[in-house]
């Protein structure tokens, strides 16, 4: 239980916490999202299934262990203004906090074992100067709290500005993001098993063009998590 202070109570009172989703006020046991709302986000279970429709993304292109994704993203809905929350609105902690759940939900099925480091998906320069913070990072923070798995941020830059995704098909999202990371500043990973972080799965380009910049330097095994995948 989160301990508060007559200070936080006072603040409370006076500007009290609201559930990014539901925008009603918290209670003091509510961490970032109300309890009810965090519920009620439809979990994949992608971590159970080796076939799930995001490990299926990845088939024929590169080699990917695990894949795992909190909950599905739709549109409108839940699952969607809470990631808007995180990604547009200084939702950080609301990142950190949701990656340290999915952890722990994650955790009794061994889906961490034998991972070496954590590698979140960077944002470009001039995307996190406007910004100001990378969600994928806060995500995988969380998730390094709850496993004490490294965190290595900066073996992966994203080299290459590329427009919004949202509205873009599968081939055009390759074409955007097919080189535009590299992996220049990481040592040689041979031998290593790395979880690759980012917010959201689609097509599943992103992803695998981080993967690929990082077996380019020692071919690592590479897995891969997301708060939400769209269905």
């Known amino acids: 239980m989160t301990l508060f202070s007559p200070l936080d109570e006072l603040l409370d009172l006076f500007f009290p916490r609201l559930c990014p989703v539901c925008h009603r006020a918290m209670n003091r046991d509510e961490r970032e999202i109300c309890i009810g709302c965090l519920h009620r986000l439809p979990r994949t279970h992608y971590h159970l299934d080796p076939l799930s429709p995001m490990a299926q993304l990845f088939l024929g292109k590169t080699p990917i262990e695990r894949c795992a994704a ?130 959201v799965v689609t097509t599943g380009a992103t992803l695998l063009a981080c993967a690929q910049a990082l077996q380019a330097h020692g071919n690592p095994r590479v897995s891969c998590l997301t708060l939400a995948a769209t269905q």
């Open 70 to 199: 909190f909950f599905h993203y739709t549109t409108p809905g839940d699952a969607r203004d809470l990631i808007h929350h995180i990604k547009y609105h200084g939702g950080k902690r609301c990142g950190l906090v949701l990656g340290e759940l999915f952890a722990r939900e994650l955790l009794p099925s061994r889906f961490f074992d034998g991972i070496d480091t954590l590698v979140p998906v960077p944002l470009h320069p001039a995307k996190l100067r406007q910004r100001g913070y990378n969600q994928s990072e806060w995500i995988a923070r969380g998730v390094a709290r709850a496993t004490g798995i490294d965190l290595s941020p900066h073996w992966l830059s994203h080299t290459r500005h590329t427009r919004s995704q949202t509205r873009k098909g599968v081939y055009d999202r390759w074409l955007d993001t097919h080189s535009a990371y590299d992996a220049h500043s990481a040592p040689d990973l041979a031998g290593r098993h790395l979880l690759l972080i980012d917010d």
